[in-house]
């Protein structure tokens, strides 16, 4: 019985790569450049070469690695494969079982890369110690990931977990990129934050620190202006916190977890943030004290390797 794993990331523009014990310490953690012409064909082959490259110079025998897990950047059927993977090129392909060939063999597992981040902040993350979580990660868009039992629940069509095109918004006019209208990710991502800015500037005369930024405010100056007490972003800030205070209930009111366990960008924000979304959260949960608590995700970018690590461990 081996006793390393490995995790990779496949991301738009990097691969990244660990190779932990199986106890979840961090042994060693490296990038490659994603490759993305052909379809991404190169890219599975340019893994595997530096995962034989690495284990090669840190002496580690192929006897001694239990497997390798994948987060892919798309929704994974139950046998591994990916219909596509816009960011990627990817379309009909089965990553699990390439990889598995290139590597002589080698058990691989897949998982698609939201839910894969979840796994490792349950494991030795800001879910540690908890065996059921729903992760939410404020990006770019908004993410999500569901652990019952300490497995990834992906649903029948790897649905589950698609936290960001929850719909929390009525009276939404503009479209997401889902094709629907109100989503949470049209709020509470990081893109969706500054959107919310700009209609508020634009819309008052409220003199406002966010000014300075014009149109290209981020949620980051959007939160930091909030923190040093400016009313326009704090009724911003309420706004997004409102929805996904919402959006939490809903989720605690289906799945109830033991926690839920909140990272991306936006997270950075830290307990200025939570206790905002806790105080909706409470409020639109009002049947019970007793529910999922609200955490930080600990491990940043960091999570996708470790999640993908855990995979091969059941």
Known sequence: MGSKCIGIDIGGTSVKLGIFTVEGKLLEKWEVPTRKENNGSQILPDVAESIKKKLKEMGIEKDDVIGAGVGVPGPILPDGSVEVCVNLGWKNANPQEELSGLLDGMLVRSGNDANVAALGEMWQG?????????MVTLGTGVGGGVIIDEKIIAGRHGLAGEIGHIHVRDEETEYCNCGGRGCLEQV??????AREARRAMAASQEPSSMRRFGDHISAKNVLDCAKSGDALALEVTETVSRYLGLACAQIALTVDPEAFVIGGGVSRAGQFLIDRIQKY????VAISANKGVLKLAKLGNDAGIFGAARLVLD
Do not use: Q
């Not at 800001?126 to 729903?134: E, L, N, S, T, W």
């Not at 509470?188 to 934050?193: E, F, N, Q, R, V």
């Open 281 to 284: 959260y409470d409020s639109y």
């Open 126 to 134: 800001g879910g540690m110690g908890y065996r059921d979580i729903v």
């Open 188 to 193: 509470a991502s990081a893109t969706g934050i």
